[in-house]
């Protein structure tokens, strides 16, 4: 069975940092791109970044460049979202997800990341 | 890349169909057959319903159908059923500079 977890999430003041986990299981993680996807509370889904298998390509949403970082560990299957110079719109849910060819199939039940003073 | 352009809000009887629209451009929705669909329900995660356009994953009832024509994708669920009521997302990839982009949601309501 198909697990995605994700963990690390909490209240950080703006301009702090929160690194994000997601333990997979139940599949071979090195063989699948993965993504980040937020959701402000209220709102709709946004994609926020993606990794491909080996960690060789990664892409962002123009609103996280230059701040966040996604990474991957294929020994620990595991992903990673490391997210700097944290703002208020940054306030999500934050679920990572399996990607397929142009979808993503599976979705961890997320974490809540709140920036606020 | 803004969000794809979805009613807010769709609604119908136990029975009934409903298709809940998604608009983007030649550069999304237009450009490419990998337009996917989500439902949540609240609190809960995403589910993929749809994905290719018009393709179901197992498990996900013949009901639910999609299709494109031009820059804009539709979901229709036939034969709505109570636990059809939530959240629907439709998402398309947009190319290499920034994957994916989300559409802007729609609230089914069965009446």
């Known amino acids: 069975e198909v697990q995605l977890v994700e963990s690390g999430g909490g209240l950080v003041q703006p301009g702090g940092s929160l690194r994000l986990s997601c333990a997979a299981s139940?599949?071979?993680?090195?063989?699948?791109?993965m993504s980040w996807v937020r959701q402000a509370p209220g709102k709709g889904l946004e994609w926020v970044a993606n990794i491909k298998q080996d960690g060789s390509e990664k892409y962002y949403v123009d609103s996280v460049k230059g701040r966040f970082t996604i990474s991957r560990d294929n020994a620990k299957n595991s992903l990673y979202l490391q997210m700097n110079s944290l703002r208020a719109e940054d306030t999500a849910v934050y679920y990572c997800?399996?990607?397929?060819?142009?979808?993503?199939?599976?979705w961890g039940q997320g974490t809540l990341v709140t920036v606020s003073s | 890349q803004s969000a794809l352009t979805q009613p807010r809000s769709v609604s119908g009887s136990p029975g009934q169909s409903v298709t809940i629209s998604c608009t983007g451009t030649s550069s999304d929705v237009g450009g490419y057959n990998y337009v996917s669909w989500y439902q949540q329900h609240p609190g809960k995660a995403p589910k993929l319903m749809i994905y290719?356009?018009?393709k179901r994953p197992s498990g996900v009832p013949d009901r639910f159908s999609g299709s494109k024509s031009g820059n804009t994708a539709s979901l229709t669920i036939s034969g709505l059923q109570a636990e059809d009521e939530a959240d629907y997302y439709c998402?398309?990839?947009?190319?290499?500079?920034?994957?994916?982009?989300f559409g802007t949601g729609t609230k089914v309501t069965v009446l």
């Open positions: 997800a399996r990607e397929r060819d142009g979808y993503k199939d599976y």
């Open positions: 139940g599949f071979t993680f090195s063989s699948y791109w």
């Open positions: 998402c398309s990839y947009a190319g290499s500079y920034t994957p994916y982009v």
């Open positions: 290719d356009v018009s």
